[in-house]
């Protein structure tokens, strides 16, 4: 009994007991001088330390001490709290150095019987201990005081106590139980109320915790992989996806955790799915369990998975506003199901979550913008100078070739002349789309300034540059550009190609030989290709 003790059990009301629970465990028996007033004797309550350390202890601790001081109040043997739990009585707490039995007591037997079902005290003078079914081998017969414990006009439970029959309990321990059942039930309610807030507080703390590691994410994928992993860990479950998808931005990308990896190419909900049939409706998120998964066996989120009877599944939509920016889900078993405190706490991270994935799309739309040229949907000259850079050091680390081809639209001044900006710049996109569709994959087309385009070739050979540079050409030349109903205008490009390290080992020298075989292209008639000069 040197830990926390409570003490106004036996000085004060129901009322006064309440409000002092809060204040309950900063007492240290230690500094608990005599014992309760009803027992004759004075009470002193000494300052706690501030060099201690208070912590809320367990409910089952608290039961412990409190029932402890009913002891001492009663003069008993032993107080033992029985909580009405699935029919039966159980032992959820007992004074320090009283045995009691983990088998529940049936509530409708005997002594405990009366107390629960007229909810009212019972005092016994003589019980023999094979009736002391809530005590762990008694001995000797006892004199017993049995108080129910009550809430809200309705029994939840006994205070028990015994002690020798020598002295049996009388009318006047009647109010000393009295008030300890009363504590009881308050303490009841005070734990419970605890344990949802601290509920609350993990269940907040999970949400924080997904949103800083989203935060942390350096792109889209990232912060989706935080996402579906949070929502897993608020859920409690296993599986769960973010699949983003906007209407707004394009940037499809699905991350899964526990499913199996879905496929490279698979970019878009399939029909005959939930997924597909929650974009295609007015909902923000549909649950599926009971009838409403049953009678609708439809997949999550490709057609080819099947989703068995026993799952419960929530999903939502990834909203800002209006604007869908995919969607995300969890599954769980009929066995494991979602509570619906962590569900409604999971649903509020994933509005929250919206508004980090829609910012991080504006931002990397941002980005492209600012290296994308606003015509032709290429990058721009700043890209080239950049990615440049970095692509010949790659191949000068590596010792990889790298070609480089400049591209200028012939006569392109004749066009805008004759026919106007406008059109002039339709020319400038379809011959922007004629060289992209010639180039390979891995190649980096940009606008380099004017009717003027420039190519990185990685890991390319002169004489394979020249092989894709003369397909290009011909590309272009052989049908005209289509302006409007009627008026067609053949165009042409010129072309110059370098190679590293075949035409030089400089990353200067590199920029400049195909610039200067351009020029030369240009000079010589046009229409043609032509290779750098070995430097």
């Given at each position: 009994?040197?830990?926390?003790?409570?003490?106004?059990?036996?000085?004060?009301?129901?009322?006064?007991?309440?409000?002092?629970?809060?204040?309950?465990?900063?007492?240290?028996?230690?500094?608990?001088?005599?014992?309760?007033?009803?027992?004759?004797?004075?009470?002193?309550?000494?300052?706690?330390?501030?060099?201690?350390?208070?912590?809320?202890?367990?409910?089952?601790?608290?039961?412990?001490?409190?029932?402890?001081?009913?002891?001492?109040?009663?003069?008993?043997?032993?107080?033992?709290?029985?909580?009405?739990?699935?029919?039966?009585?159980?032992?959820?707490?007992?004074?320090?150095?009283?045995?009691?039995?983990?088998?529940?007591?049936?509530?409708?037997?005997?002594?405990?019987?009366?107390?629960?079902?007229?909810?009212?005290?019972?005092?016994?003078?003589?019980?023999?201990?094979?009736?002391?079914?809530?005590?762990?081998?008694?001995?000797?017969?006892?004199?017993?005081?049995?108080?129910?414990?009550?809430?809200?006009?309705?029994?939840?439970?006994?205070?028990?106590?015994?002690?020798?029959?020598?002295?049996?309990?009388?009318?006047?321990?009647?109010?000393?139980?009295?008030?300890?059942?009363?504590?009881?039930?308050?303490?009841?309610?005070?734990?419970?109320?605890?344990?949802?807030?601290?509920?609350?507080?993990?269940?907040?703390?999970?949400?924080?915790?997904?949103?800083?590691?989203?935060?942390?994410?350096?792109?889209?994928?990232?912060?989706?992989?935080?996402?579906?992993?949070?929502?897993?860990?608020?859920?409690?479950?296993?599986?769960?996806?973010?699949?983003?998808?906007?209407?707004?931005?394009?940037?499809?990308?699905?991350?899964?955790?526990?499913?199996?990896?879905?496929?490279?190419?698979?970019?878009?909900?399939?029909?005959?799915?939930?997924?597909?049939?929650?974009?295609?409706?007015?909902?923000?998120?549909?649950?599926?369990?009971?009838?409403?998964?049953?009678?609708?066996?439809?997949?999550?989120?490709?057609?080819?998975?099947?989703?068995?009877?026993?799952?419960?599944?929530?999903?939502?939509?990834?909203?800002?506003?209006?604007?869908?920016?995919?969607?995300?889900?969890?599954?769980?078993?009929?066995?494991?199901?979602?509570?619906?405190?962590?569900?409604?706490?999971?649903?509020?991270?994933?509005?929250?979550?919206?508004?980090?994935?829609?910012?991080?799309?504006?931002?990397?739309?941002?980005?492209?913008?600012?290296?994308?040229?606003?015509?032709?949907?290429?990058?721009?000259?700043?890209?080239?100078?950049?990615?440049?850079?970095?692509?010949?050091?790659?191949?000068?680390?590596?010792?990889?070739?790298?070609?480089?081809?400049?591209?200028?639209?012939?006569?392109?001044?004749?066009?805008?002349?004759?026919?106007?900006?406008?059109?002039?710049?339709?020319?400038?996109?379809?011959?922007?789309?004629?060289?992209?569709?010639?180039?390979?994959?891995?190649?980096?087309?940009?606008?380099?300034?004017?009717?003027?385009?420039?190519?990185?070739?990685?890991?390319?050979?002169?004489?394979?540059?020249?092989?894709?540079?003369?397909?290009?050409?011909?590309?272009?030349?052989?049908?005209?550009?289509?302006?409007?109903?009627?008026?067609?205008?053949?165009?042409?490009?010129?072309?110059?190609?370098?190679?590293?390290?075949?035409?030089?080992?400089?990353?200067?020298?590199?920029l400049e030989s195909a610039d200067a075989a351009l020029y030369e292209a240009k000079k010589t008639g046009r229409n043609r290709l032509v290779l750098a000069r070995k430097r």
């Open positions: 009994m040197d830990n926390f003790l409570i003490i106004m059990i036996v000085t004060t009301g129901t009322a006064g007991l309440a409000a002092g629970a809060g204040a309950a465990w900063m007492l240290s028996r230690k500094k608990v001088r005599g014992a309760a007033e009803e027992a004759g004797r004075s009470t002193e309550l000494l300052p706690p330390d501030e060099n201690e350390e208070h912590r809320v202890p367990s409910f089952s601790l608290l039961v412990s001490q409190i029932l402890g001081i009913q002891r001492q109040s009663l003069n008993a043997d032993g107080v033992v709290y029985l909580r009405l739990e699935n029919g039966g009585l159980i032992a959820v707490g007992a004074s320090p150095g009283t045995e009691t039995r983990e088998t529940a007591v049936q509530s409708s037997e005997g002594l405990y019987g009366i107390a629960m079902n007229e909810e009212k005290e019972v005092i016994a003078e003589i019980v023999q201990p094979q009736a002391l079914r809530h005590l762990k081998d008694p001995k000797e017969p006892c004199s017993v005081i049995y108080y129910p414990v009550i809430r809200r006009g309705s029994c939840i439970g006994l205070l028990a106590a015994h002690r020798g029959v020598s002295e049996p309990f009388s009318s006047k321990d009647i109010l000393s139980a009295k008030r300890g059942a009363r504590f009881l039930d308050e303490l009841e309610i005070f734990a419970s109320r605890s344990r949802k807030l601290e509920y609350l507080r993990v269940r907040s703390e999970k949400r924080d915790t997904g949103i800083v590691e989203m935060l942390r994410g350096k792109d889209l994928s990232e912060m989706a992989d935080a996402a579906a992993k949070t929502l897993a860990n608020i859920l409690g479950c296993r599986f769960s996806f973010v699949f983003l998808l906007s209407s707004k931005h394009e940037y499809p990308y699905l991350v899964t955790h526990g499913f199996p990896p879905p496929p490279d190419d698979f970019n878009r909900p399939e029909p005959g799915t939930w997924a597909f049939w929650l974009f295609a409706h007015q909902d923000d998120y549909v649950l599926l369990q009971g009838s409403a998964a049953k009678e609708t066996p439809m997949p999550i989120l490709r057609r080819d998975e099947k989703l068995p009877a026993d799952r419960i599944a929530l999903i939502q939509k990834l909203k800002s506003g209006d604007d869908i920016l995919g969607i995300a889900g969890a599954v769980t078993t009929e066995k494991e199901p979602f509570a619906p405190e962590d569900r409604d706490s999971a649903q509020l991270f994933l509005k929250e979550a919206s508004a980090l994935i829609e910012l991080s799309m504006i931002n990397l739309e941002n980005k492209q913008l600012a290296i994308k040229d606003g015509l032709t949907g290429l990058y721009n000259r700043r890209y080239f100078d950049e990615t440049y850079h970095k692509e010949f050091k790659r191949a000068e680390r590596s010792a990889e070739p790298l070609s480089l081809m400049m591209f200028d639209v012939d006569h392109f001044k004749k066009i805008n002349d004759t026919h106007g900006h406008p059109l002039g710049d339709s020319v400038l996109k379809e011959i922007s789309q004629r060289l992209s569709a010639n180039l390979r994959e891995t190649d980096i087309l940009c606008r380099y300034g004017g009717e003027e385009f420039a190519a990185i070739l990685p890991n390319c050979r002169i004489q394979e540059a020249s092989e894709v540079a003369e397909r290009v050409r011909c590309a272009v030349q052989d049908a005209a550009v289509k302006l409007m109903p009627g008026t067609e205008i053949p165009v042409t490009i010129s072309i110059g190609v370098s190679a590293f390290p075949e035409t030089t080992p400089s990353e200067k020298h590199l």
